[in-house]
């Protein structure tokens, strides 16, 4: 691969397809290999929220809100007093 086609590898905007960094890779002596992984979503999470209504989802997701809330203010009332 060409110097420029290296920089451009480089940019914080760029997206190479898996060919391209298989090339870049194999010219530097490398190889790109992939396997599967398992995934470390709780999927049992997302079925029980599917299962509800959506009134019953936007009443839990504002109750969670709400908690979260006051979590974040007591954490900063907290911090505020540690100071």
Do not use: K, W, Y
């Not at 790109?32 to 936007?58: G, H, K, M, N, W």
């Not at 009443?59 to 203010?73: E, P």
Request: aromatic share 2%; no cysteine; proline share 6%.
């Amino acid at each position: 691969m060409t110097q420029p086609a290296i920089a451009r590898l480089e940019r914080p905007d760029a997206n190479p397809t898996v060919s391209t960094l298989d090339r870049a890779l194999r010219a530097a002596g490398r190889r790109l290999s992939s396997e599967a992984a398992p995934s470390e979503v709780d999927e049992s999470q997302i079925a029980e929220r599917l299962r509800l209504t959506p009134a019953e989802r936007l009443a839990a997701f504002a109750s969670s809100q709400r908690n979260l809330r006051q979590l974040v203010g007591q954490a900063r009332r907290h911090g505020a007093a540690a100071r």
